[in-house]
């Protein structure tokens, strides 16, 4: 009965591990490449495989997702025999697993030789400047070049990435010094540019405000003359009608005749600098000292 149960028990255990060797789980984003008697036989999918129990062999599982290896820093030369150390990210993905596990040994130590030698030969012919300022043009030749030579291993490179390159000590401090330099030199020129330009501003206002003082100056002599010019009208134009009036009250000629001089006169006490005077001067003066008498009898007379 012992022997029975020892013989079911180990029944059991074969037919245990006989499915457990005919099943194959493959997950997500995942190959399995499977060989039978040591040969590639197929390349399982992502889901649920059956095995040849001791026959088939599960060599490798192939991520489908995109990867990354990090190159370590490497010393370059460049053109103008300066050397820099770059280190650099690379971004892939396997696009054939067959040719991935069976193309290349060590995927990941081929790469990082690959990049090596592949940056050497961009940056030699670069110079330091160059190098320091196209980052992008050197990551697209490398990137270009890459994903032509991994193409044999069945590997799809994305793009590559260079993190940082750093030149020599010295040379550090020389751009450092250079920096500053374009700096202090930046400075001292927007200073003169913002002084240039204050100069300007108030040379500008200086002259708008001494044409705007010049326009007000003359408005205001023109204001002035023209009043002066009106009222000396009104003036004439009230003697003139204080004429008109003695003449229609049928005054004496002597007297109309002297009020006409002594409006000549008043005119003669205006801003003109040009009087008119009557010829006959004898008969202004013989007719003031007749009208002189008159007003003296006058006198008497109250």
Known sequence: MIVTDIVAALIILCVVLIARQSILIVH????????????????????????????DRVRSRVDLREQFINVPPQPVITRDNVTISIDSVLFFQVTDPERAVYSVKNFSGAVENLVQTTLRSIIGEMSLDDTLSNRETINAQLGVKLDRETNEWG?????????????PMEIKQAMEKQMRAERDKRATITQAEAMKQSQILESEGFQSATVTRARAEREKQILEAEGRAEALLTLQKAEAQSLVLLRQAEADPTVLQLKAYQTLAQMSQGQSTTILLPSNMGEMAGMAATFGQAMLKTGQTD
């Open 28 to 55: 997500q984003a995942e190959t399995a490449i499977v060989e039978r008697f040591g040969k590639f036989h197929r390349a399982y999918p992502s889901g649920l495989g059956t095995l040849l129990p001791f026959f």
């Open 155 to 167: 590997v799809k490179v994305h793009r590559i990435e260079i993190k940082q390159i750093d030149p």
